[in-house]
């Protein structure tokens, strides 16, 4: 079943430590993105990246730094500055460029909370 | 600034009875414009869009841009349409997402 994997289903976070979040997909896609999931905000974007090597910060990027060195992997760590880490995190990837806009898919998400 | 509104938390509608989402968005360029659903212990899916102008699982949507509005709307609703629902507007100068709070539809027997 082609999609987006994202890794753990479920994580941990002790206090001062970073954790890295993992999202794959096998869907030739361009773009990638991060979103967080708390209850009554909806999705708010992290980070996305278009292309390979390159990345932008969303609207509440501070805390948390990604990578794009494959174009099947965009990973997000969770760093210790973030102050209010547990939610539930999603991974979205989708085609660029293209018209008409192809609309995202999304993994199952990983469920992060503080210990 | 750009932004999508959801103003339903919770609508609850009981089998059979007609059903409206309601999405607003403030956007100065040309929206595109989607409803995405998660239903219990699944994904997040597309639903439709704006553009393709298509009915899924007996929904439409109509984009008013008088209204800046996009409402999901079915004329009967049925119980597996119980989920959450988001609508999400397309950024075309970042080339990224944003989305509604979302919407949680309950629908009674």
């Known amino acids: 079943d082609g999609g987006i994997t994202q890794s753990p289903k479920y994580l941990f976070r002790k206090e001062g430590q970073n954790v890295t979040l993992s999202c794959e997909q096998n869907?030739?896609?361009?773009?990638m993105y991060w979103y967080r999931q708390d209850p009554g905000q909806g999705l708010r974007l992290i980070y996305y990246?278009?292309?390979?090597?390159?990345?932008q910060k969303g609207d509440i990027a501070e805390g948390y730094s990604v990578s794009r060195e494959k174009k099947e992997s965009f990973p997000l760590t969770v760093t210790s500055a973030q102050k209010n880490p547990t939610a539930f995190y999603l991974c979205?990837?989708?085609?660029?460029?293209?018209?008409?806009?192809?609309?995202?898919?999304f993994g199952d998400g990983t469920r992060l909370s503080i210990l | 600034a750009q932004r999508v509104t959801q103003p339903e938390k919770l609508l609850s509608v009981f089998k059979g009875a007609p059903v409206e989402l309601k999405c607003n968005y403030s956007?100065?360029?040309?929206?595109?414009l989607f409803w995405y659903v998660q239903y219990s212990r699944q994904r997040l899916q597309l639903l439709l869009r704006?553009?393709s102008r298509e009915s899924i699982k007996g929904f439409t949507a109509d984009l008013n841009k008088g209204e800046t509005s996009f409402h999901l709307k079915k004329p009967f609703a049925q119980e597996e349409d119980s989920a959450m629902y988001y609508c999400?507007?397309?950024?075309?100068?970042?080339?990224?997402?944003?989305f509604g709070p979302g919407t949680r539809l309950s629908v009674l027997p």
């Open positions: 704006h553009i």
């Open positions: 990246s278009q292309i390979v090597n390159d990345f």
């Open positions: 979205a990837s989708s085609s660029f460029g293209t018209k008409p806009l192809q609309p995202q898919h």
């Open positions: 956007y100065s360029g040309s929206p595109e």
């Open positions: 869907l030739n896609h361009d773009a």
């Open positions: 999400a507007l397309y950024l075309s100068y970042g080339q990224n997402f944003v």
